[in-house]
């Protein structure tokens, strides 16, 4: 847990430098799979504050969390913010168990996990190898956040069948 004066000072950060997941619902035995959002991940600008700095907090390991929203439409409600349990600056690993949690919550609330975001401390924000072979969800919004140079750059992808596609991100 952070302090409130480190909190601050992350989100300050934050704004000044703005400018393995598992299948949603459909795989707890829901009955219809949830469409797919069509290409564009809205993202309010305090949540895009928010990752940038839980992924500068995860310094210098990466950092990675998880989209809460509407899988129909892509608009993302909150974040969970979790733990890279590899513990590492050239993978990460969603904690399954965190995952499960966060999956329960948001059901409970009628949202959906709709996407995963991490940091790449070294290189662009484009998806890795690793990245790819671990995105079994071609719905998902895969969200990476590089912190390779002196701004934070953020980009949101989809990725099927091992073709990475570029999505639009809406601020509100």
């Known amino acids: 847990m952070r302090s409130p004066e480190v909190s601050a000072a992350l989100a300050f950060l934050a704004s000044c ?14 009955v219809r799979r949830p469409r797919y959002a069509g290409g564009v991940l809205t993202l309010p600008v305090s949540l895009q504050m928010s990752m940038i700095a839980h992924c500068l907090e995860g310094l210098p390991e990466e950092a990675c969390g998880l989209l809460v929203g509407d899988y129909a439409t892509g608009v993302t409600e909150r974040l969970v913010p979790l733990e890279n349990v590899a513990h590492s600056a050239l993978v ?81």
């Open 17 to 30: 430098c703005f400018a393995r997941p598992m299948p949603p619902c459909y795989a707890r035995g829901c």
């Open 92 to 172: 990460y690993t969603v904690d399954p168990k965190a995952h499960m949690l966060a999956d329960r919550a948001a059901a409970a609330d009628g949202l959906d996990i709709i996407g995963v975001f991490h940091s790449h401390t070294h290189t662009e924000a484009y998806p890795s190898p690793t990245d790819v072979a671990q995105a079994p969800d071609p719905g998902w919004h895969y969200v990476l956040i590089s912190l390779r140079d002196v701004y934070p750059v953020i980009r949101s992808y989809r990725i099927a069948d091992g073709i990475i596609t570029e999505e639009p991100i809406v601020s509100e």
